[in-house]
């Protein structure tokens, strides 16, 4: 059973500070990987994409990939309020689709 | 304009009955997904479709039933729903199968069995 797992929360931290939300897979063979944020009551959002080692970056968003390790992160800097929201961590899977870990809920505190 | 729109968002019914989710997409996606969503906010694929054909049917029991009259839509059917069916159901569409490019899911459909 090929799984993805994060670290539920919550995670608080203050405002301007930097976020980093952690992801792990089983699939050694995984290619694809995606960091998606969703709002209390609202559809999932893609986010960030990454697909080879090394730091991808995308304004205060930056997703890390280490496929030796089987580790996949996400730090957003210079945290928002507006960046509460439940952070789901997903993995490409052999049939195309995308396979979701349960999420880390974080909240950005003024 | 909207991408991925699915119909209707919010479902209430009773145990026993039966009832259908209609989703569709004009991004010109090739692959549409049914994804199920517990309490504890676990998305769940359900289904997948590449161009009106089954990708994917996960252990769902056989009350759901997936239809795709073309590729821009993916009906999902349910027949003698349960309390366990409550959920909130989304529909995504991606722009191809098998490489995992990302998804756009439509709003959610909030689906309460009482």
């Known amino acids: 059973q090929k799984e993805v797992e994060q670290n539920s929360g919550p995670l608080s931290v203050p405002e301007g500070a930097i976020a980093s939300l952690n992801c792990t897979y089983s699939d050694r063979g995984s290619q694809s990987f995606f960091w998606y944020r969703q709002y209390s009551g609202k559809s999932p959002e893609l986010i960030m994409s990454i697909y080879s080692n090394g730091d991808k970056e995308d304004g205060r968003f930056t997703a890390q990939l280490n496929k030796a390790s089987q580790y996949v992160s996400l730090l957003i800097r210079d945290s928002q309020p507006s960046d509460s929201a439940t952070y789901l961590c997903?993995?490409?899977?052999?049939?195309?689709?995308?396979?979701f870990g349960k999420g880390t809920k974080l909240s950005v505190k003024p | 304009d909207t991408a991925v729109s699915q119909t209707p968002k919010y479902l209430v019914t009773q145990m026993g009955n039966d009832k259908s989710i209609k989703c569709e997409q004009n991004?010109?996606?090739?692959?549409m997904y049914w994804y199920k969503q517990d309490s504890k906010k676990f998305l769940k694929i359900m289904f997948s479709y590449n161009n009106k054909e089954l990708i994917i049917n996960e252990t769902v029991p056989n009350r759901f039933s997936p239809k795709s009259p073309d590729k821009a839509h993916l009906n999902l059917h349910i027949n003698s729903l349960e309390l366990g069916d409550s959920a909130v159901y989304f529909c995504?569409?991606?722009?191809?199968?098998?490489f995992g490019y990302g998804y756009t899911f439509g709003s959610g459909t909030r689906l309460t069995v009482v």
């Open positions: 991004l010109g996606h090739d692959t």
């Open positions: 995504a569409s991606s722009q191809e199968e098998g």
């Open positions: 997903a993995v490409g899977g052999s049939q195309g689709n995308l396979i």
